[in-house]
């Protein structure tokens, strides 16, 4: 690469190489500080090249979610919850919140309260979207 600027995503990828490598040598050497000064100063100007490069991709415009199955998918993702844990949280079987998600069941009152209290979903939503 002969500029201070990665314009491709195949020239990041090679960046990202090169970082991965200076970062191995560090840890297999013992920290940073058992690098030689050069590597150091490329390892630097690497990491700024790239955070530039990432810094400039758009990001995808997050779609609203219009179904009551979508928020929840959101909100799992948001919360970063497998399912296992959303049946834990809202107290019901896990089967019970695969039929959810898959379309096969609907919510009743009771899991409506809990989606609205324990994910903060909106009550208006939920009565529009079940």
């Known amino acids: 690469m002969k500029t201070d600027k990665i314009s491709s995503k195949k020239e990041y990828d090679e960046v990202m190489k ?3 490598k200076l970062l191995q040598k560090s840890t297999k050497g013992g920290g940073f500080k058992n690098l030689p000064a050069s590597e150091v ?3 630097q100007k690497l990491s700024i090249m ?3 490069y990432e ?3 758009p990001l995808m415009p997050i779609k609203t979610p219009t179904t009551l199955t979508e928020m929840i998918r959101y909100k799992m993702f948001e919360m970063n919850l497998k399912q296992k844990q959303l049946a834990r949280i809202l107290e019901v079987s896990e089967t019970r919140i695969s ?3 898959t ?3 609907k919510v009743n009152i009771e899991l409506a309260k809990k989606l609205h209290a324990k994910l903060h979903i909106d009550a208006h939503f939920i009565l529009e979207a079940a």
């Open 103 to 105: 379309g096969k069941r």
């Open 55 to 57: 810094d400039s991709i």
């Open 18 to 20: 090169r970082v991965e």
């Open 99 to 101: 039929e959810l998600l």
């Open 50 to 52: 790239a955070e530039k």
């Open 41 to 43: 100063t490329a390892l």
